[in-house]
């Protein structure tokens, strides 16, 4: 890290922890190399006004061609795909199907494109998939299987499989199909079986075909099927706002010269109204969770299936994948280990994806409109109002902008061997594209230190009760429309994710006029004013002058007499509280949406009554947000592949 003798040493690490967050990586290694090779080098780039002259002048320095940029990643392995399909076949002999699931998964995403492996392994895992009754997935694996050149003779089997699952749904006419057709197959290949084997097949043919036909078309095995619902993002509150319809009607962007832009109620907001729902502009999962959520909506992985190409991601499935592969994945894919050998923070990784999934069309079309703005809100297209978020460049320090420059030409360097310009140039030349891309690299990793959110899923250890519970980080994005939010340390929203979209919900009752706020990580009821604003201070660069701060709000348990609004009327407070408890009893009960019709009636009540801060009322708004994470993205802590109850396994590991 490049230190500033000038500021203080907690902004400083926490401004570089946005850049490289791995110290081991080469980045900090190179960094010095090129600082101790070049004189006055990161001095000199104050000289430079633009953020593309930053760029070019970094990129000419001496020792930056010592940065190789060369395909780093996870390669595939037909030996050790075949080890573990054998090692699923052995786990699915004594019918442990998830352990069987984990095996050929394993397998498929090692196996190289073509290999036979990945077919055989995704068909058998397809079975396994069946018994565990997870039967979209099996649907989906045996399409798989059959798009990969799964052998003629032995496709009969995918089909009298695909049959029994349409039967388990219900549906009379695709079971009909697929038990014809595994019967026609079976026929066609004939010769290829033992006259034993062929009776055999025909016989279960005949009775699948016939229990398809029948009437009542009922399943031949007793399968429970596991129904994973998925969650769907609510509509907004009243109506969407005119100009951004992102936003509910109910609030507007405004501009103040002290605060910057920010979030107004344009009409009374109650709680529990849907303020924003806004898809991300980009995101990145974290590299521990690449094993376990899609890497393109983050949804979590119960069947894998892998990129072509490396063995370093997971998608959930063959739509996800190719729209990966549309975008940023083509781009990246054998970089992954380059840009994690750098040691490159989330926040670093999610600059550069912001470029790799649009083309570079997209951004030239752009160019004359990217002269930055920090006062409008209206822009044209969602790429200008993330360009013209706040990046804070006006108070950034020397040493900080020349790392930050450097940065850019180190992803930019990578970028221009993973073939995303079309006009060639050698390695250590830069065309006017590219200067112009790493001067968007630059700009973004500078707004993104103040812009980005991270992304959820909630984490459950109950299927009938809510708690225990607790937000389980996975990924990082940014939304422009929701970043106009500014701090406060009492929140007055709640922000939770439906896979990587994020949905902003209000806490508590905004009047016309007021300012809506969100929470950057410190609230007035778990830290003291001293400690929120030393951790502001150092990660966001402001002095927070919220209420909680101004009047010098006390920790919770601290807040039990009510500051009355008008009068006293302790009988409706009394009454107010009890709906209060009743919503928390909901909630240990697993009964959501009477614990939020509870305690927003609650909440809106008290803030009629009495001003905050109280402690009924902060813990009240504390459940309601533990309400709105399970509106959002849920995984249950008892096992990704879901238990069939139906399962009698022998294997002692498994509950």
Not at 306 to 313: D, F, Y
Request: hydrophobic share 35%; with cysteine.
């Amino acid at each position: 890290m490049l230190k500033c003798s000038s500021v203080d040493a907690r902004r400083q690490t926490c401004s570089w922890q946005t850049l490289q967050s791995e110290e081991r990586g080469l980045f900090s290694s190179w960094l010095a190399e090129v600082v101790k090779s070049n004189t006055r080098a990161v001095e000199d780039i104050n000289q430079f006004t633009s953020d593309e002259e930053k760029v070019l002048y970094c990129a000419t320095l001496n020792k930056v061609n010592h940065f190789i940029v060369e395909p780093v990643f996870k390669k595939k392995d037909p030996v050790l795909a075949k080890q573990k399909r054998e090692e699923g076949n052995a786990a699915f002999q004594k019918k442990w199907y998830r352990q069987a699931v984990m095996m050929y998964s394993v397998s498929v995403i090692k196996s190289p494109p073509g290999d036979e492996t990945f077919a055989y392994s995704v068909a058998n895992r397809s079975a396994c998939l069946y018994y565990l009754g997870e039967i979209s997935l099996c649907i989906a694996d045996i399409k798989l299987a059959l798009a990969s050149n799964y052998p003629n003779q032995l496709q009969y089997k995918l089909f009298e499989r695909l049959a029994k699952c349409y039967l388990l749904l219900k549906d009379k006419e695709n079971a009909i199909k697929s038990a014809a057709t595994a019967k026609k197959i079976l026929e066609k290949n004939k010769s290829k079986f033992s006259k034993e084997k062929y009776a055999s097949a025909s016989k279960q043919l005949i009775k699948l075909a016939t229990a398809a036909s029948s009437k009542e078309a009922a399943a031949l095995d007793n399968i429970e099927i596991v129904d994973e619902q998925k969650a769907q993002a609510p509509k907004i509150s009243s109506k969407p706002n005119k100009r951004m319809h992102e936003f509910s009607s109910l609030i507007k962007v405004d501009y103040d010269e002290k605060v910057g832009r920010h979030v107004r109620a344009e009409k009374t907001v109650k709680a529990g109204d849907t303020l924003v729902v806004e898809e991300a502009f980009a995101s990145v999962l974290y590299w521990d969770k690449q094993g376990t959520n899609c890497d393109f909506c983050f949804a979590k992985l119960r069947s894998v299936v892998p990129c072509p190409e490396c063995a370093g991601v997971g998608f959930c499935s063959t739509e996800c994948r190719d729209q990966a592969f549309k975008s940023y994945h083509r781009y990246e894919c054998r970089y992954q280990g380059l840009i994690q050998g750098l040691g490159t923070s989330a926040l670093a990784r999610l600059a550069l994806r912001i470029i790799t999934s649009r083309p570079l069309d997209f951004f030239k079309k752009q160019r004359n409109s990217l002269n930055v703005d920090n006062m409008s809100s209206d822009f044209k297209t969602p790429y200008l109002a993330l360009f013209n978020l706040v990046g804070l460049d006006e108070v950034r320090w020397t040493e900080d902008t020349f790392a930050r420059s450097l940065m850019a030409v180190a992803l930019l360097k990578i970028l221009k061997e993973t073939k995303y310009f079309p006009d060639k140039s050698d390695a250590e030349t830069f065309t006017d594209d590219e200067i112009f891309i790493g001067s968007l690299l630059y700009r973004h990793l500078c707004l993104l230190q103040f812009n980005a959110h991270e992304v959820y899923e909630f984490l459950r250890g109950d299927r009938a009760k809510i708690k225990p519970c607790k937000n389980n980080l996975i990924g990082l994005a940014v939304y422009p429309r929701a970043s106009y939010f500014n701090h406060s340390c009492h929140p007055q929203i709640a922000r939770f994710n439906i896979g990587n979209k994020l949905v902003v919900k209000s806490l508590v009752r905004v009047e016309k006029g007021s300012e809506v706020s969100d929470n950057y990580g410190q609230v007035y009821y778990f830290k003291t004013a001293e400690e929120r604003q030393r951790e502001l201070s150092a990660r966001y660069w402001f002095q927070c002058q919220c209420r909680a701060c101004t009047e010098d709000w006390p920790l919770l348990g601290k807040s039990k007499e009510p500051r009355w609004r008008g009068e006293a009327d302790a009988g409706n407070l009394d009454f107010l509280e009890s709906l209060y408890t009743c919503g928390a009893d909901f909630i240990e009960n697993g009964q959501r949406e009477e614990a939020i019709s509870n305690l927003v009636e609650s909440i809106d009540g008290l803030y009629g009554l009495i001003d905050p801060p109280y402690d009924a009322l902060t813990r009240a708004e504390d459940k309601l947000r533990t309400c709105f994470n399970d509106l959002g993205t849920v995984v249950f802590s008892d096992s990704l592949l879901k238990v069939n109850p139906n399962e009698k396994s022998s294997n002692p590991m498994v509950s």
